[in-house]
T-cell receptor, first 116, second 111 residues
Framework: EAQVTQNPRYLITVTGKKLTVTCSQNMNHEYMSWYRQDPGLGLRQIYY???????DKGDVPEGYKVSRKEKRNFPLILESPSPNQTSLYFCATAPRLTGSSNQPQHFGDGTRLSIL | QKEVEQNSGPLSVPEGAIASLNCTYS??????FFWYRQYSGKSPELIMSIYSNGDKEDGRFTAQLNKASQYVSLLIRDSQPSDSATYLCAVTPSNTGKLIFGQGTTLQVKP
């Protein structure tokens, strides 16, 4: 079964304690991305990766790090989380981006982070 | 000006009616356009993708794209209460790997 798996699904933590949200896909997709969703602000892209070892900033990258060492995994790292990073986070994947007819992205189930 | 704009709604239609959802975008070079549906607390799920001017139909859903007017719409025919959700318009700006979402339109279909 094609899946985008995020872990953990829920996390409550404290300011400054480093955390990692994992994203794994079994579809051999080249493109992976992270979003956060906040009331009134909608879905905003944090980082994306066109392929292994290639990452780029989205619209709200501050306070986040990513790495793409292998095709199937794209972890989101919060080195020093702050309360303003409390949000619902989604990982998404797509087969590839061609530039003219980009294939749609498919989303994981989401991770709800609360930073106190 | 926001890159992708939608009316937040709520848009309320009776069961069986046609729901019309609209979206405008600012990057004239945008090439790929998507409609997602999101139920409360769930992840977005793809309804339609459209890449060229005109209409694209899939079951009860029709996406319409007008690049000259920088406008994309979604029509839902024979609306059902189960269609009640937030509908997100998403656009890939030219020459980027980004995906920009509108804030979404909440649709309420009343039995």
């Amino acid at each position: 079964e094609a899946q985008v798996t995020q872990n953990p699904r829920y996390l409550i933590t404290v300011t400054g304690k480093k955390l990692t949200v994992t994203c794994s896909q079994n579809m051999n997709h080249e493109y992976m991305s992270w979003y956060r969703q906040d009331p009134g602000l909608g879905l905003r892209q944090i980082y994306y990766s066109m392929n292994v070892e290639v990452t780029d900033k989205g619209d709200v990258p501050e306070g986040y790090k990513v790495s793409r060492k292998e095709k199937r995994n794209f972890p989101l790292i919060l080195e020093s989380p702050s309360p303003n990073q409390t949000s619902l986070y989604f990982c998404a994947t797509a087969p590839r981006l061609t530039g003219s007819s980009n294939q749609p992205q498919h989303f994981g189930d989401g991770t709800r982070l609360s930073i106190l | 000006q926001k890159e992708v704009e939608q009316n937040s709604g709520p848009l309320s239609v009776p069961e069986g009616a046609i729901a019309s959802l609209n979206c405008t975008y600012s990057d004239r070079g945008s090439q790929s356009f998507f409609w997602y549906r999101q139920y409360s607390g769930k992840s977005p799920e793809l309804i339609m993708s459209i890449y060229s001017n005109g209409d694209k139909e899939d079951g009860r859903f029709t996406a319409q794209l007008n690049k000259a007017s920088q406008y994309v719409s979604l029509l839902i025919r024979d609306s059902q209460p189960s269609d009640s959700a937030t509908y997100l318009c998403a656009v890939t700006p030219s020459n980027t790997g980004k995906l920009i979402f509108g804030q979404g339109t909440t649709l309420q279909v009343k039995p």
